[in-house]
């Protein structure tokens, strides 16, 4: 809700700032594939994101994929041979129980056309354990016809008023060849230009865009048709690489094809990833973690291009965002990641129009499911439904109002509603300095920043609140809320009982709950002691 400050409000004795804070971290999250969304567990996780986390939009891979039915050319077979039919048909049943359910959980798509049916594609089974089929199609018309009757079988469902506010995305990372894409990226850029001209054809007004990109890199390994993994030895073996000149993926050249030849751009979507994976010369793949503020550095970058393109009003959205893009990095599990997100998102949070992070659940398996209750995956909540530290971060975030009273290094204090405030903040330690939280391989190699420091004072005054008001304080450390740090005290069992997931969603839930009272001048006052890796929420309580 927007709100306009009273005059009276004044934080640490100055007029409240009244700066626009927009919520991108919850405009969109990803989720691993479509078929997922049709398990109860997916569908009971999304809607607690949508009441509590605040999301507005989802965006998943493969809702043209073989386990959807959406293209067929053949009967099915069963226990004899599949006979060919006359000409392919669509059926939408599987995609329709998907996209019900996230505009009955009170969300909206966010469309990502993708992958390849298999009776379409030149290669198959390119990707994931579920065996995606990401290539080009063998006859482009057949797939501009499946794009144009999925789109107006939408509108028939659901009306055009509601479709045009779903953004349609073309594709997923085309430049990651040959797992994403194993044609050129003209061949990309084609497919782009077929699609979008096919949706503006069927409504001026739907909003289409691409290239979805992954991640920027230093060097030209993606200038080319191919990704050339030749040129990647200076980014490996570089002593500092953040001093190398990092940049967007295909964005560039995205844009001048589109131009060149009169293509609609609604939005750019790229990844943002803080990471790279590059070859030295030896061909070792070098993992690298970018500084903390590698996000905001590239969204930097991507306004300034967008500004001077010839679509300078087009809106800027990161489809994937996350500390890394490892399905087993045991850091999404923790606290620590928890601060980075929530520092990164507020540091960001006027330069996109949505950055979304991947994913909103455990239940995602493109490398299959994962092994243990606690395995690394990218989930706000695990595969039993227990909250990760990154959860709590993310209602937090969620509290917040859209206008700023004030913005620090440290956290933020926004107005809610008439004589009302909210906060956030945080203590990224003083001494990581520039660094990211990094990635782990286990939970024992997540502590290595345990000991991080030193403790944190926030002290703010807010006058000109209503006496006697109440505010509830959150608080998620190392101490409250570290739930995978639990697990592994247990032992970390692969296998939870019954009264496993209870005693760690216990565990999990047990932030550090205290309150605050306006007094009776209608000052609040915070002066709290936060300790290293801590995240504290200030909101009004419920009466």
């Given at each position: 809700m927007s709100v306009t400050p009273s005059a009276s409000v004044l934080v640490d004795g100055q007029p409240s700032s009244d700066v626009a804070l927009r919520h991108i971290w919850n405009e969109c999250i990803g989720a691993g594939r479509a078929n997922e969304a049709l398990r109860a567990d997916w569908q009971r996780h999304f809607q607690e994101a949508v009441d509590v986390l605040g999301v507005r939009y989802v965006r998943f891979h493969g809702v043209f994929h073989d386990d959807m039915f959406v293209y067929r050319a053949s009967n099915g077979g069963g226990f004899g041979p599949p006979t060919p039919l006359a000409e392919p048909v669509y059926t939408f049943a599987y995609v329709d129980k998907v996209f019900d359910a996230i505009l009955d959980?009170?969300?909206?798509?966010?469309?990502?056309?993708?992958?390849?049916?298999?009776?379409?594609?030149?290669?198959?089974?390119?990707?994931?354990?579920?065996?995606?089929?990401?290539?080009?199609?063998?006859?482009m018309n057949a797939w501009v016809a499946l794009v144009t009757a999925t789109v107006e079988h939408w509108i028939e469902r659901y009306g055009i008023d509601e479709v045009r506010t779903w953004p349609f995305e073309v594709w997923n990372e085309p430049n990651l060849v040959p797992h994403f894409w194993t044609g050129t990226k003209t061949e990309y850029f084609q497919l782009y230009e077929a699609t979008a001209l096919a949706i503006k054809a069927i409504d001026p007004e739907l909003k289409v865009g691409g290239p979805s990109s992954s991640v920027f890199v230093p060097d030209s390994r993606y200038d080319g048709e191919y990704h050339d993994t030749s040129v990647e030895a200076a980014t490996a073996e570089a002593p500092d690489p953040e001093l190398l000149p990092w940049k967007p993926v295909w964005i560039h050249d995205f844009i001048a094809y589109c131009a060149e030849r009169d293509v609609p751009i609604d939005f750019l979507s790229t990844h943002l990833y803080p990471t790279d994976f590059a070859f030295d010369t030896q061909g070792v793949g070098r993992h690298i973690s970018r500084q903390r503020d590698a996000t905001r550095n590239d969204l930097v970058v991507m306004r300034e291009i967008i500004a001077a393109s010839p679509y300078p009003d087009a809106e800027l959205h990161i489809t994937e965002w996350s500390t890394s893009p490892s399905s087993r990095d045991r850091m999404h599990d923790t606290v620590f990641a928890a601060t980075y997100i929530a520092r990164a998102f507020l540091q960001c949070h006027d330069l996109a129009d949505s950055i979304s992070y991947w994913t909103f659940t455990d239940v995602f398996e493109e490398g299959g499911g994962g092994i243990g209750p606690f395995h690394g995956g990218f989930g706000f909540v695990n595969e039993q439904g227990i909250h990760k530290p990154t959860f709590h971060a993310m209602a937090m975030l969620n509290r917040l109002g859209t206008r700023i009273a004030v913005q620090t290094e440290h956290g933020v204090i926004t107005r809610t509603a008439e004589n009302s405030v909210a906060g956030l903040f945080f203590n990224y330690p003083d001494s990581m300095g520039v660094k990211s939280v990094g990635s782990a391989n286990s939970h024992t190699e997540?502590?290595?920043?345990a000991d991080e420091g030193p403790e944190r004072r926030i002290h703010h005054s807010v006058a000109g609140l209503r006496a006697g008001q109440v505010y509830s304080?959150?608080?998620?450390?190392?101490?409250?809320?570290?739930?995978?740090?639990a697990w592994h005290r247990m032992g970390e069992p692969l296998n939870l009982s019954r009264q496993d997931v209870a005693d760690l969603t216990t565990i999990a839930d047990d932030l550090d709950r205290r309150t605050l009272t306006v007094d009776d001048n209608g000052v609040l006052t915070v002066d709290m002691s936060l300790a290293p890796w801590a995240v504290m929420s200030l909101f009004p309580s419920t009466p």
């Open positions: 959980a009170g969300a909206r798509p966010f469309v990502e056309l993708g992958f390849m049916p298999r009776e379409l594609a030149t290669q198959t089974e390119t990707l994931f354990w579920w065996k995606a089929h990401c290539s080009p199609p063998k006859d997540t502590r290595r920043l304080v959150e608080i998620l450390d190392q101490e409250h809320g570290d739930v995978a740090a």
